[in-house]
């Protein structure tokens, strides 16, 4: 049988902006400075880092209380 698809989602408790870094490192299992180490060096290529940051922002919902 196949397991069910996790989801996706911001993080409330583990955020410095808006929970996105933090919620990925979750689901992904890693540690969320790796993420954000990640992001950033993303930034510096063509600024790719930010857009992609506000697209996530905007498709991933946050976390529930």
């Known amino acids: 049988m196949e397991e069910p698809i996790k ?24 540690d969320p400075l790796l993420v954000r180490i990640f992001f ?11 857009i992609l940051y506000l697209v996530l922002l905007i498709l991933i919902p946050l976390e529930s209380k």
């Open 7 to 30: 989801k996706v989602y911001r993080s409330r408790d583990n955020r410095m902006i808006a929970g996105v870094c933090g919620g990925l490192a979750k689901h992904l299992g890693i």
């Open 40 to 50: 950033v060096l993303l930034i510096f290529a063509n600024g790719i880092g930010i």
